[in-house]
């Protein structure tokens, strides 16, 4: 395990070569909104910040926490950050006839064009090893992409509060993108706090691998049920924010080795999803090698030739 983290972080900070070249576009700062509760003095930190300063409009600043409504304020900095900005997308998303919208923070929005690829095809394209952090079909697999009865999750999902009617879900393979940027961001405010204000402790580096890995399924769907994407400058525009955010992924990665953010246990899925012999593990690395080159497969995921 040790020799794996080692030849990761060198590959990825010496032989790091950018397959991205998204277009962000200018988000501004929000100037009136819903919720202007402050964030506390001991969760600020420069990426927060600019979450904070960008948040949606409509924000209401809450959550639940076992099925009670909370202040996002009395949760951990990561979760702020990674709850706000799945505000800031839906609000985005508003704004452009719904195209599905990613906020990165200081850059900007990536914008991009609708699919038909739907999430649930993104389970296919996943071998059992790699559904959920043990690579048992359980945690955040079971949560996001398919239930264990095979269905789609509620995640993404919206009820009308007084009757429990489903009124309208995100079921397109870009709602699972959604969740990537969130635990991407969300992980980066965890590691500034953790570095401003002590060991925070929370499991904040697997997220954003193990999106890393379903988003490439996403991928995959759109190319084998959505041709006319596929075909067309749509998924050139995909493929460019999708490097984007896999190399911010390896980077917090990278940064966080030393944490207490659990940098282990993505380690682990990680080496996981590079080793396995599985049919659909090495379709997703012919994939990745196809679309992106050997030099970026290499240099960013630490991926060896087949």
């Not at 402050?38 to 600020?44: F, I």
């Not at 926490?65 to 997308?89: C, F, Q, R, W, Y």
């Not at 954003?208 to 759109?222: H, R």
């Not at 049920?225 to 749509?234: H, I, L, N, Q, V």
């Amino acid at each position: 395990m040790k020799a794996f983290i080692v030849f990761l972080i060198s590959a990825f900070l010496s032989a790091h070569v950018s397959a991205a070249n998204p277009n962000f576009f200018p988000v501004s700062p929000t100037t009136e909104a819903n919720w202007n509760e402050p964030v506390p003095a001991n969760k600020e930190t420069p990426t927060l910040r600019e979450i904070y300063n960008h948040r949606s409009p409509w924000e209401d600043g809450i959550v639940y926490v076992d099925g009670k409504k909370v202040s996002k304020m009395v949760t951990p900095a990561g979760t702020i950050a990674h709850e706000l900005i799945h505000g800031i997308n839906a609000y985005l998303r508003s704004q452009r006839k719904n195209k599905p919208a990613f906020y990165v923070p200081s850059h900007g929005a990536l914008f991009l064009e609708m699919t038909r690829a739907k999430r649930l095809q993104i389970a296919q394209y996943i071998p059992i090893e790699l559904r959920g952090m043990e690579g048992n079909g359980a945690g955040r697999f079971h949560d996001y992409i398919q239930t264990q009865a095979g269905g789609e999750p509620d995640a993404g999902t919206y009820f009308d509060p007084s009757t429990g009617k489903k009124l309208w879900g995100e079921t397109d393979v870009f709602y699972i993108w959604d969740e990537w940027n969130a635990y991407i961001y969300g992980g980066r405010t965890d590691l500034e706090a953790e570095q401003l204000y002590g060991e925070e402790g929370w499991d904040s580096m697997t997220g954003p691998v193990e999106f890393l890995i379903y988003s490439t399924g996403g991928l995959m769907a759109i190319k084998n049920s959505d041709r006319d994407f596929y075909e067309g400058p749509a998924f050139l525009q995909a493929k460019a924010a999708f490097a984007y955010l896999a190399e911010e992924t390896m980077s917090l990665l990278a940064d966080g080795q030393e944490s207490s953010l659990k940098p282990e246990r993505a380690n682990a899925y990680f080496e996981r999803f590079r080793l396995s012999n599985s049919t659909e593990a090495r379709q997703i690395r012919s994939f990745i090698r196809e679309e992106f080159g050997d030099e970026w497969a290499s240099g960013v995921l630490g991926m060896q030739a087949n």
